[in-house]
């Protein structure tokens, strides 16, 4: 097991890191021999309600190659990256052996490794299906699964843990030895309760993770704290294929190593510069810094917030995803300048939305077209407009009626129209369509033979398990 995070014994830890004093297990229950063994270890008193929690956050290795790689299993052992237009956007961990950084361009990635291996990933649908069936099985182990990404799930496992204590009782803490790896190579201590519970996350997140592997062919990686914030933080520790547990005495270690404050979630690059005007550029002067300053500066609240995240702190419960709210997509270019080229990418990308529409069977009552202007070679803010789309149009979506299409890109246009004036030169680098306000199908229009032949069946390299959906990016 590898190091990953110095020792923080010399430091005296400044009085917010200390944990709240705690005198109950939070909602555990407990049968009394694992009470007994709290009475005799004084320090088994951490489990406070901010451990009390199991949070474990898997991200899937270089998703987009896995995925490549299920359907074409030729590609198994060479570099291989995933482009979209001249953008290397992942790759796998053989190109990532040889030099190749995922997120450069697609001539930087050949010159570092002539031999790399690309295929093209804009159509997002297999890596989609391939998201939602990963959730899925995810959720056979759990309800609570919080989609965080097209290749990142949250699991609150607290109650999975709370019930294996219970079953195992005193044995638990006898049979819990932790499956990976253990944040700063700490010791697990099986008279504290915060870490027996992680040590039993750890090993339902090793079967989720083989689980994943056994059944989809993917691998990943698990952070295993006691909050969303530390888990994934965590996760990536040890990568690809591995897992790491975050002690809570090792969460002031792992935000302090990170090593840029826009790396803390909600910094951004505009609050990185407020920030650094007030001489604040580490995750260490953030950490330190009085209260009052950054209240001055970015207002009450997201000062508290930040505070919070500088300290690990993170009460945010996991939230079941449920069906998407909306299905978008989207497309960017250089430049695109003419209504026939405009009408002709909305036109595909209402195509291909209405594809996953008939998968999702919900029928949606809004459309919204975003866009992206482009002036004297400066790219501006997305700007969008939406509207209700008129009941007769609801009602053929998912019909089979082809006549659908054109009117849905007709509104479409209407609100590119609103947005553009054709009659002067325009510069646009991107066009979104959403469709949101999704709403379930009278059950009427489910019963017609129509509804079922138009609904398509994947045409990927794996049959659909689950709908398809917008990425959460
Ligand atoms: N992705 C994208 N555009 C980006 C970054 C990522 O389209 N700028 C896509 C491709 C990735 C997927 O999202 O495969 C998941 O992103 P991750 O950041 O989790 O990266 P990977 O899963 O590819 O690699 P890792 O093993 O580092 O998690
Ligand atoms: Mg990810
Ligand atoms: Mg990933």
Known sequence: ?????????????????????????????????????????????????????????????????QVETICNPELRGKPLGVQQKNLLITCNYEARKLGVKKTTTVKEAKEKCPELLLVKGEDLTKYREMSYKVTALLEE?????????????????????????????????????????????????????????????????????????????????????SNKLLAKMVSGTFRPNQQTILLPESRRDLIAHLDNIKKLPGIGSKTAQRLAALGLTTICSLQMCPAAVLEKELGVSAARTLQKVCRGEDDVPVTPSGPPQSLSDEDSFKKCSSEVEVEKKVGE??????????????????????????ITNRWLNREGRQCPIPPHVVQKIGTGDSSVQNQLVALAMKLFHKMINVKVLFHITLLSVCFSNLKDAPASAKQSIGFYLTRPSSSNCNKLVHVSSEPIY
């Open 141 to 225: 182990f759990t309800p609570l699964v919080e989609r965080l990404a097209l290749d990142e799930n949250f699991m609150d496992v607290t109650e999975m843990v709370e019930k294996r204590l219970e079953e195992w009782g005193k044995d638990a803490f006898s049979q819990m030895p932790v499956s990976g790896h253990v944040y700063g190579n700490r010791t697990v201590s099986l008279h504290d309760l915060a870490h027996v519970k992680l040590a039993i996350g750890s090993q339902i997140a090793a079967e989720m993770r083989e689980s994943v592997r056994s059944r989809l062919g993917l691998t990943g990686c698990a952070g295993i704290a």
């Open 349 to 374: 990308l209402i195509a291909s939305l209405l594809v996953r529409l008939y998968k999702d069977g919900r029928k949606p009552h809004t459309i919204k077209l975003t866009l992206r202007k482009c």
């Open 1 to 65: 097991m590898e190091s990953c995070g110095e020792e923080d014994e010399e430091a005296p830890e400044p009085d917010w890191w200390l944990p709240e004093p705690r005198g109950r297990f939070g909602s555990v229950s407990c049968k009394p021999a694992i009470l007994g063994v709290r009475a005799v270890h004084g320090n088994m008193m951490r489990s406070g309600s901010d451990l009390r929690r199991v949070i474990v956050h898997l991200d899937l290795d270089c998703f987009y190659a």
